[in-house]
């Protein structure tokens, strides 16, 4: 897919979204512990999938620990000139965390140069959107793995929004229409977004395509689609194989350009990809 001049001026300086990925570094605070989601496929004995990694669990750190920690990756020889970006991804749901507002306050402050970028279930996104933006939050991944709320319940065991739990076809609507909302809000608001999608076969493949053209036509930059790890309430499910990965994307990149050097990293990664 064309990227066009806007867009990769946008992008310059972080690794996730460029070509010279392995130039550029990124930083992952692990500052946000509390998830208001649960995903079909998560453990929470990890760092939260959005992002992450499986079978690792991140220190957690408080806001002003976080800052303590960029001030020494910055002076560092090594690492302190490859630095871009600094990323919250977890170990749960940024957004479901005060912390992840402080934070990115905190080193905004200290570091304006440092591009903010974070990864979200989308939950509380279109009412989070006006705070980021007033923070500066430049890059934003939504999970999304689903169009169809029947197919979203079969994923999601529940969600927790404003006090309610709730959870089949319900908490798939709400939690659909918030990231889609999110989404949409967020490109408006001159965020580069990237979508990541867990392909669970059986589940979500026959959807892949039509999340593609959705996100694709609300202005989102790039795909990330994920093979699933077979855990927690998916564990029956087979993962996909290597080829079948790779033909999905191969077909979505038709549609809207797809990610494929993920590392999938941890919620305290730091370094280059
Ligand atoms: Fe786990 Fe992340 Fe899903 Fe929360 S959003 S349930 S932490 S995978
Ligand atoms: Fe941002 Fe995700 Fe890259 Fe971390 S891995 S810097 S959250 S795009």
Redesign the pocket.
């Known amino acids: 897919m064309a990227t066009t001049c806007e867009q990769m001026k946008k992008i310059q300086g972080h690794p996730c979204f460029e070509q010279n990925h392995h130039k550029t570094g990124r930083m992952h605070l692990a500052v946000a512990p509390a998830?208001?989601?649960?995903?079909g496929?998560?453990t929470?004995k990890h760092?939260?999938?959005?992002e992450s990694r499986p079978g690792v669990t991140s220190r957690l750190m408080t806001p002003s620990e976080a800052l303590d920690k960029v001030r020494e990756v910055m002076a560092s020889p090594i690492l302190g000139p490859t630095m871009r970006v600094v990323g919250i991804a977890?170990?749960?749901?940024p957004l479901a965390n005060q912390q992840t507002f402080e934070t990115f306050k905190l080193v905004g402050e200290a570091f304006p140069d440092l591009i903010k970028c974070m990864s979200t279930?989308g939950l509380l996104l279109p009412e989070s959107l006006d705070r980021l933006h007033a923070l500066g939050l430049h890059s934003l991944t939504v999970?999304i793995n689903a169009v169809n709320p029947e197919t979203a319940a079969q994923i999601y065991r529940h969600v927790y929004y404003h006090g309610k739990r709730y959870s089949g076809k319900d908490a798939a609507e709400i939690l659909l229409a918030s990231q889609y909302e999110g989404v949409q809000r967020a490109v408006e608001l001159g965020m580069v977004v990237k979508v990541n999608t867990v392909l669970i076969p059986g589940i979500n493949e026959a959807e892949v395509p039509q999340i593609a053209e959705r996100i694709k036509g609300l202005g989102a930059f790039v795909m990330n689609v994920m093979p699933l790890i077979p855990q927690a309430d998916l564990a029956h499910i087979p993962a996909p194989s290597t080829e079948q990965l790779a033909e999905v994307r191969n077909n979505n990149e038709r549609i809207i350009s797809q990610m494929r050097h993920c590392k999938q990293c941890r919620a305290d990664a730091i370094g280059l990809l």
């Open positions: 998830c208001n989601i649960k995903c496929y998560c929470r760092d939260c999938a959005n977890g170990p749960g749901d279930n999970t």
